[in-house]
C-alpha cells in the first residue's frame, strides 16, 4: 500500500492547514487511516485516526476541537483539517494505514503502512 499525502507547509499561530493522504488504486473501505506527528527526539505519536468500518474517529487530547478528520464518500482520501494552529503543532505529519483487524487504534505501532510524510510549521 503506498499512501500519498498533500498539503502542509508553513502558517503563522492561528492559521489553519489540510493535510490529505491517498492511496492510488485503492479505497480505505477495509483499512483505517491516521495522521501522525514526529518531532526530533520523540516517538511519532497520534493524532487523528479513522476507521472505515464504523467510521470512527479519534483525536489526541492536544488537537480536539482543532482538527478534523474526513474521508470523502468513496474512501478514496483521508483529510486532516487543522484549524487554530499553535507553534506545539509544529513537527513532520505522516500518513499511516492499517487493516481494519481487532480494535480501532490510533497508535502508530499499529500501523503497518507509512507516507513519506511532510513538514508543518507554525510560527508565533
Known amino acids: 500500500v503506498q499512501l500519498v499525502e498533500s498539503g502542509g507547509g508553513s502558517v503563522q499561530a492561528g492559521g489553519s492547514l489540510r493535510l490529505s493522504c491517498a492511496a492510488p488504486?485503492?479505497?480505505?473501505?477495509?483499512?483505517?487511516i491516521g495522521w501522525f506527528r514526529q518531532v526530533p527526539g520523540k516517538a511519532r505519536e497520534g493524532v487523528s485516526c479513522f476507521s472505515s468500518r464504523d467510521d470512527s474517529t479519534y483525536y489526541s487530547d492536544f488537537v480536539k476541537g482543532r482538527f478534523t478528520i474526513t474521508s470523502d464518500n468513496a474512501r478514496i482520501t483521508v483529510h486532516l483539517q487543522m484549524d487554530n494552529l499553535n507553534v506545539e503543532d509544529t513537527g513532520v505529519y505522516y500518513c499511516?494505514?492499517?487493516?481494519?483487524?481487532?480494535?480501532?487504534?490510533?497508535?502508530?505501532?499499529?500501523?503497518?503502512?507509512w507516507g513519506q510524510g511532510t513538514q508543518i510549521t507554525v510560527s508565533s
Open positions: 499511516g494505514a492499517r487493516y481494519n483487524l481487532g480494535t480501532s487504534t490510533c497508535l502508530a505501532g499499529e500501523y503497518d503502512y
Open positions: 488504486g485503492l479505497t480505505f473501505a477495509a483499512y483505517s
